[in-house]
Nanobody, 134 residues
Framework: EFQLQESGGDSAQTGGSLRLSCAPN???????MAWFRQAPGMEREAVAS???????TYADSVKGRFTISQDSAKNTLYLRMNSLKPEDTATYYC?????????????????????????????WGQGTPVTVSS
């Protein structure tokens, strides 16, 4: 069974940096992956996405501060977060999709800054918490 496991969540000061990792147990036909985040009492919002050819998309709220990347050799997805703000505090989830139409939907969700539910995309990790203090 295809599974995702996030790591790297921690506490940081405003202006600090963190790097999140997402280690799938394979790329079984996965065409795209993304990072989402969910703060307490809020909807799960899209943060960034990347497809198999390296095309990336970012939500306006993180553009210029966060960088999504993937290391095919290590089979790992990353989210580098710089210039952290208290409003970045949330549980961060990685998600993956294996169909082209759903990948388009994933990218669109990120670009328009929309929210998503667990049923919107096929694969999700358990989440890793990030806390940014002022």
């Amino acid at each position: 069974e295809f599974q995702l496991q996030e790591s790297g969540g921690d506490s940081a000061q405003t202006g600090g940096s963190l790097r999140l990792s997402c280690a799938p147990n394979g790329y079984y036909g996965v065409f795209c992956m993304a990072w989402f985040r969910q703060a307490p009492g809020m909807e799960r919002e899209a943060v960034a996405s990347i497809d198999t050819v390296g095309t990336t998309t970012y939500a306006d709220s993180v553009k210029g501060r966060f960088t999504i990347s993937q290391d095919s050799a290590k089979n790992t997805l990353y989210l580098r977060m710089n210039s952290l703000k208290p409003e970045d505090t949330a549980t961060y989830y990685c998600a993956a999709e294996s169909t082209f139409p759903k990948c388009i939907r994933m990218q669109t969700t990120v670009i328009v800054g929309a929210s998503a539910s667990a049923s919107d995309f096929m694969y999700w990790g358990q989440g890793t918490p990030v806390t940014v203090s002022s």
